[in-house]
């Protein structure tokens, strides 16, 4: 409920504005403006009964709120954002829409005609961009993801394991709008790379194994020479994370919660769980993961959040894979991300440990990227 009156505020004021924008300032006292009323407040009861029933109904009546809810939000986040833009030369040209009465005093008075024809054309111009943004945003994210290839150089790294390959995905985000056919064509890519080894670094879902469970299933079909692993993302914390580790252990992906092992004889790979976890007494715990490790073999690590490179370089972690981010998912939002992590997207350097954070295969709400694609990465390891 908190969640729920800290988003509707913000949501409500952006309605406000836009109703005033596009509907008070563009039309007359009558019938047009009343069903341009009905309209916008249609769309926000809308918008936050698909905040509180997706979280309470399956994926299967969900659905039918996420979508027109979630892409309502995308229209009038953008409608909004690009009306906040227009909002000077608007007002400079408002003011210049005067006339000068006929026979009457030299003075300046407002020309409300050529006013609402201004108001209309701002309206109408960034209701056209707001569309074409969400238009191209629907492409991207529910376009396949793009393949990277990245490489990073570890000095601790035998030689015989130079191109060692790691498939990382991240925030797959199963849940009303992205199903069984959007793990399939996942799964797919990823088995085209031929990796030695799968990485999951979190939010595989949104919603119970009992609703979700079908639609995981294709990862059993996960193929690579060491093998698939999982470890926690926020979400499955939310989503009742323990039968999630089960079913995830039942599709031959192996969860990793505060653990280590050896992999092709020479790379040590750990898990630990997200920070999230702490609030369910299933804490991330870097001790348990990582004493008494041979510190002569590089360590990889699959942490959800960027920001638990923090701990990983304190204790001397080679490569960090995580997610979380989605990369910003709708610019501008990427320019909020640093506020909370210490990466966006991409490779980056943290003391002495590389972190590679991707954006990303799925999405979270409106089913729109702008300026951050989805991404499934193929991390290739070097010896120096």
Request: aromatic share 8%.
């Amino acid at each position: 409920m908190i969640f729920l009156f800290l988003l509707a505020v913000p949501l409500g004021l952006a309605h406000l504005y836009v109703w005033r924008r596009f509907v008070v300032n563009t039309t007359e006292p009558g019938r047009a403006r009343l069903i341009g009323t009905y309209t916008v407040a249609g769309g926000f009861l809308l918008l936050i009964s698909t905040l509180v029933v997706t979280r309470r109904v399956g994926p299967e009546i969900g659905m039918f709120f996420a979508w027109p809810g979630y892409i309502w939000l995308a229209l009038v986040f953008y409608a909004a954002l690009l009306l906040g833009v227009a909002e000077i030369p608007r007002r400079i040209l408002m003011r210049r829409a005067v006339r000068v009465p006929a026979g009457g005093p030299e003075e300046e008075l407002p020309d409300e005609g050529r006013r609402r024809f201004i108001a209309k054309s701002f309206a109408i111009g960034t209701g056209l961009a707001a569309g074409g943004v969400v238009g191209y945003g629907m492409t991207q994210a529910l376009g396949d993801p793009v393949i990277k290839r990245v490489p990073v150089t570890l000095g601790k790294l035998d030689p015989s394991l130079s191109g060692f390959r790691i498939a990382v995905v991240s925030d797959i985000h199963l849940g009303p709008l992205l199903g069984r056919s959007h793990t399939e064509n996942i799964v797919r890519l990823i088995n085209e790379q031929n990796a030695d080894l799968v990485a999951i670094v979190g939010d595989l879902v949104d919603g119970t194994v009992e609703e979700l469970g079908s639609a995981a299933e294709p990862l059993q079909d996960l193929v690579s020479k060491h093998g698939s692993f999982f470890v926690t993302g926020n979400h499955e914390y939310y989503s009742g994370y323990e039968p999630w580790l089960r079913e995830v252990a039942r599709r031959e992906v192996t969860p990793l919660r505060n653990e280590r092992l050896t992999i092709a004889g020479g790379i040590e790979l750990a898990g630990v769980n997200d920070v999230n976890g702490r609030a369910y007494g299933d804490a991330p715990d870097f001790d348990r993961a990582l004493d008494g490790r041979d510190v002569t073999k590089p360590l990889v690590l699959l942490a959800h959040q960027p920001v638990q490179v923090a701990e990983a370089s304190k204790r001397g972690v080679d490569l960090q894979l995580s997610g979380h981010t989605h990369g910003g998912q709708m610019f501008p939002f990427h320019l909020a991300v640093p506020v909370q992590q210490p990466a966006t997207a991409g490779l980056s350097k943290v003391d002495d440990t590389w972190l590679y954070v991707s954006r990303g295969a799925g999405f979270w709400g409106p089913p729109v990227r702008v300026g951050a694609p989805p991404d499934i990465t193929v991390v290739e390891l070097r010896s120096s």
